[in-house]
């Protein structure tokens, strides 16, 4: 089967793992830091935090952001369910906001409107997560003026985007958000078999995420209550977790953002093929917006409402033919969990849109030009019967 997504390790990023286990250092070693500086000199920001996932890196962002009971998170209905369920861990309240038609977004509009209705109300959002879907930044200039105007913090949920640009500035520069956070899933552009990012510009936010990801504890004689009993001491001042990364991963990490730049540039490549072929069948490919330079994590299609073929046999055709497409996603809101929270009367009608045709094509650096010509040729049959 030709997957949707695959990573790519090479004998330098084996050699770099192998290495680091014969180490003395298996966790909090010097890895972890190097990867974290590799992680700053990439996108600009001046603090990143390497951690177990996306997932963990979204917790500790809301709750360094200050987010508990009684507040509210914003986010895109069409992400993945971890972009939303931080808000959850925090026992604050999770709202959606509706996508945009064309970059299938965070829709500014509909955020703005939204913002108006919720001021009057006084339940303003203290947190918005935009989701950089497929590798293609949001707005963030216009979300940026919005989080001014209303007072809220923004979080970008970057996990598909590392390597991309917004503005001409990589993705993960924190220009226009107070956290950025990667995910390095193996189906994400780089990485660490599981492990995510949290980057920041800000001093008090990098050293709260810090205290988050460790159990709360510190050996900074600076943040004690009172004063050091020596050298073994250390002391619990928050309530944490062990969200650390190991040494393992970090290595890897170090070893695959060598090849980001490589990767994005064959990502693109393919994802040009992908426009050329495909242009003049009943489909709608994804458009890109003139200031962003997409990571393309994922290539989706969309059936055209005129084609002679549904999503569910054009999906079923292309699974038959061993092609590994996928959808993403179902909308968070749509999720049983979700909609026992109350979520059964709401609808996002562009998000639905979206999904009830939308297939999400393979895409990954190593997918070779034989493979994609035959996922290809799939797509031309299908779609040219009548
Ligand atoms: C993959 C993903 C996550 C979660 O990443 P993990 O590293 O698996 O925890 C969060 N948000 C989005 C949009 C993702 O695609």
Redesign the pocket.
């Known amino acids: 089967m030709i997957p949707y997504g695959r990573q790519d390790i090479t004998q330098d990023d084996i050699d770099a793992v192998i290495a680091t286990l014969k180490s003395d250092f298996l966790t909090q070693g010097l890895q972890t830091p190097a990867f974290e500086s590799a992680l700053c000199e990439h996108t600009g920001a001046k603090y990143a935090l390497a951690v177990n996932?996306?997932?963990?890196?979204?917790h500790i962002a809301v709750l360094a952001l200050g987010l508990g009971e009684g507040d509210w998170l914003w986010t895109s209905p069409i992400?993945?369910v971890?972009?939303s369920n931080c808000a959850l861990y925090c026992g604050a309240q999770v709202d959606f906001v509706d996508i945009d038609p064309n970059t299938y977004n965070l829709s500014v509009a509909a955020l703005e409107a939204k913002l108006i209705q919720a001021k009057k109300e006084h339940r303003l959002p203290k947190v918005v997560v935009p989701?950089h879907?497929c590798g293609q930044s949001c707005d963030m200039q216009s979300i940026a003026k919005l989080a001014q105007e209303y007072g809220f913090a923004v979080v970008e949920?970057a996990?598909?985007a590392i390597g991309a640009k917004y503005q001409d500035q990589p993705v993960g520069s924190c220009e226009y958000s107070d956290i950025v956070?990667f995910?390095?899933?193996p189906?994400?552009i780089i990485t660490t078999a599981?492990?995510?990012a949290a980057l920041t510009n800000n001093p008090e936010l990098a050293e709260k995420m810090t205290l988050l990801r460790s159990h709360g504890i510190t050996r900074d004689e600076k943040l004690m209550q009172g004063s050091s009993d020596g050298a073994w001491y250390y002391q619990q001042i928050d309530l944490g977790f062990n969200y650390r990364m190991t040494e393992l991963q970090a290595a890897l990490g170090i070893s695959q953002i060598k090849r980001l730049d490589t990767y994005i540039e064959k990502r693109h490549q393919l994802a040009q093929r992908y426009n050329d072929t495909l242009k003049n069948l009943p489909l709608v490919l994804p458009y890109q917006h003139p200031e962003t330079y997409s990571s393309y994590?994922l290539y989706p299609v969309l059936i055209a409402d005129h084609a002679s073929i549904d999503r569910r046999s054009l999906f079923q055709a292309l699974r038959s033919a061993d092609i590994g497409v996928n959808v993403h996603y179902i909308p968070i809101h749509q999720q049983p969990f979700y909609q026992n929270l109350g979520f059964r009367n709401v609808s996002y009608p562009i998000a639905e849109y979206y999904y009830e045709r939308t297939i999400s094509l393979p895409l990954y650096a190593q997918l070779s030009l034989g493979d994609q010509m035959k996922i290809i040729e799939i797509l031309i049959k299908e779609l040219s019967k009548t």
């Open positions: 996932s996306a997932t963990s890196a979204l992400s993945f971890a972009s989701v879907l949920d996990s598909h956070i995910s390095f899933h189906v994400k599981e492990g995510g994590h």
